[in-house]
């Protein structure tokens, strides 16, 4: 659960994979044999559709009250509590 040993881990595997190169956005994954990278709207589009269908009795909330900006402070918050220090939480976080 270490967030920067999983940082490492995707990483190591992006750079496994063919026509990868230290270039390569963390975003890279394979997918038939060819080099893609998902964006924040790809993200978003799934996260509202899995809200949708699991619904707003289960959830608490609905799909309109989704966006990334949770996923990045639940990232910066577990990487604090794994006592990363604060100076690379603000290098990650740009």
Avoid: W
Avoid at 6 to 15: D, G, S
Avoid at 17 to 39: D, R, V
Avoid at 51 to 76: P, Q, V
């Amino acid at each position: 659960m270490n967030p920067v040993r999983c940082l490492t881990q995707t990483v190591q595997r992006i750079l496994s994979y063919p026509g990868a190169s230290e270039e390569s956005s963390i975003c890279t994954y394979l997918f038939e044999g060819k080099l893609k990278e998902f964006t924040q709207d790809d993200i978003i589009k799934v996260f509202k559709a899995n809200a949708t269908a699991i619904g707003k009795d289960t959830l608490g909330y609905t799909e309109d009250d989704i966006c990334t900006h949770s996923n990045r402070s639940a990232a910066a918050m577990a990487m604090f509590v794994d006592h990363t220090l604060v100076y690379i939480i603000m290098l990650m976080g740009r």
